[in-house]
Each structure stands twice: as C-alpha cells, then as structure tokens.
C-alpha cells in the first residue's frame, strides 16, 4: 500500500511494507508503513524532518497516525534500551525496582539529564512492572534483532 504524498507530513525516505516486519504484529498490522520526511509542523522558513507511522483501518488512514521528531525517536530508543538494561538485573529486587530509589538513570543529554525512572505515581506500579518486565523477556528476540541490526549500522557509520 502506498503511503500518502498529498497530506501534511511530505514523505521522503518511505518504508511501504512495514506491515510485513511489525514485529508480532508482522502480516496484521494496521501500521502500513513508515517514512521520514518534512514535518507537519513546519513554519515557512523552518523545516525539521519527522519520523512517521503510517495506520490504516482498511478504508481510510487513520488519525492514530503518530508522527514524531527525529530526536524524540532517538529518545525512545535510549529510554527503551536503558529500561531493558534495568531489567536485566531487576530479579535482585523484590518488586522488581528498588522502592527507595525508583530513580534507575539519568541519562546526559543537552546540558542536562533526561530521568529515567519506574512511575511510582502507578497505583498498581508492582502489578504493572511484573508485566512490562515479563512482555520485555517475550518480545527479547525480537528487540535483539532490531538492537543488532542497529547497533551495526551505527558502527558502520563510526558511533
């Protein structure tokens, strides 16, 4: 399915059949492709490029479209990888997080620290993060996959 050319967001660099490598949602999705291309948001004379995923219902594309700046991409990426870190030696925990210090990081980033924390704010935080961790561990081959591949290409372009 082609991705649309004629809305806000202009892609230029396009996935089309994201569908197929949705992870377990792999020959299923509703995220028919993704693309990076000139941001919806842009004001004349300012351009920034996004990252978008592109879902379709099956008669038109949808609003749960989600389009993203390219640091914030970025962004999760780092928050994922640094939560998995966490995870991996979470089995020392009871809770699975130490409840003295929900803090696990602070990751540098622009002068400052993005936080990255368990959300104590969760009033069902201890059943929630037994889940998140155990969807974490069934979904690891697939992240490892993608962690690899990216990790590879990054020390292909020197990082």
């Not at 291309?37 to 004001?43: R, V």
């Not at 390219?70 to 939560?83: E, G, M, Q, Y």
């Not at 130490?98 to 935080?125: F, H, W, Y």
Request: aromatic share 8%; charged share 30%.
């Amino acid at each position: 399915m082609k991705i649309p050319t004629t809305l806000k967001h202009k892609p230029v660099i396009v996935s089309e059949n994201y569908e197929q490598v949705d992870g377990r949602y792999a020959g299923n999705s509703d995220a028919k492709g993704l693309s990076l291309g000139l941001a919806q948001w842009n004001d004349r004379g300012k351009v920034d490029i996004s990252a978008k995923v592109w879902r379709y219902t099956g008669e038109k594309w949808s609003r749960q479209s989600e389009e993203l700046p390219l640091h914030r991409v970025l962004d999760l990426a780092i928050l994922l990888t640094r939560s998995m870190s966490h995870f991996r030696e979470a089995y020392r925990y009871p809770e699975l997080y130490n409840t003295e210090q929900p803090l696990i990081d602070r990751v540098g980033l622009q002068g400052d620290a993005m936080s990255v924390a368990v959300c104590t704010d969760n009033d069902k935080i201890n059943e929630d993060i037994k889940l998140f961790s155990q969807a974490l561990k069934d979904d690891d081959e697939l992240i490892g996959e993608r962690l690899r591949t990216l990790s590879g290409i990054l020390k292909d372009m020197g990082y």
